[in-house]
């Protein structure tokens, strides 16, 4: 089962005991301190990059299982999260998975969400299902 987590912005994927980073960070990440080497290319050039992990990682909590594997994994969490102008994650589209579907409105003050989402639903959507959802989701309101 594969895990999906943030760092500096971005997603961080494990998978099969690789790990990718997915979308552009947000803020500046001293790689060394999180435990990957420099990534080989920018993550800003790309939709996700393999890291190379210097030992264990820890994701960061909430984070989300998932049952797609693989490069194919990084693939499908681009399509899903990121916002195609600036390749970066939406925030609106990660707290709709981690909030379950729960409206921003409508979670409690001071609410946090479980340690663990079970988001094998998310790479089980077909493509256009989710289209109409992330339409939805980042139109201005």
Same mark, same amino acid.
């Given at each position: 089962?594969?895990?999906?987590?943030?760092?500096?912005?971005?997603?961080?994927?494990?998978?099969?005991?690789?790990?990718?980073? %997915?979308?552009?960070?947000?803020?500046?990440?001293? @790689?060394?301190?999180?435990?990957?080497?420099? /990534?080989?290319?920018?993550?800003?050039?790309?939709?996700?990059?393999?890291?190379?992990?210097?030992?264990?990682?820890?994701?960061?909590?909430?984070?989300?299982?998932?049952? %797609?594997?693989?490069?194919?994994?990084?693939?499908?969490?681009?399509?899903?999260?990121?916002?195609?102008?600036?390749?970066?994650?939406?925030?609106?589209? @990660?707290?709709?998975?981690?909030?379950?579907?729960?409206?921003?409105?409508?979670?409690?003050?001071?609410?946090?969400? /479980? /340690?663990?989402?079970?988001?094998?639903?998310?790479?089980?959507?077909?493509?256009?299902? @989710?289209?109409?959802?992330?339409?939805?989701?980042?139109?201005? %309101?």
């Amino acid at each position: 089962m594969a895990r999906v987590g943030r760092l500096a912005g971005a997603l961080l994927a494990e998978t099969e005991g690789a790990y990718f980073l %997915v979308g552009n960070t947000k803020q500046p990440c001293d @790689w060394r301190a999180a435990g990957f080497e420099p /990534p080989a290319v920018d993550p800003s050039a790309a939709p996700f990059v393999k890291m190379a992990p210097l030992h264990a990682i820890e994701l960061s909590s909430p984070h989300l299982t998932m049952s %797609v594997e693989g490069e194919p994994l990084a693939r499908t969490l681009a399509q899903r999260f990121l916002v195609e102008r600036n390749g970066s994650v939406s925030e609106r589209l @990660w707290r709709l998975v981690i909030q379950k579907g729960v409206p921003d409105d409508d979670v409690p003050e001071g609410a946090d969400a /479980p /340690p663990t989402v079970d988001a094998r639903w998310l790479g089980e959507m077909p493509a256009p299902l @989710w289209k109409l959802v992330r339409d939805t989701v980042l139109r201005c %309101v």
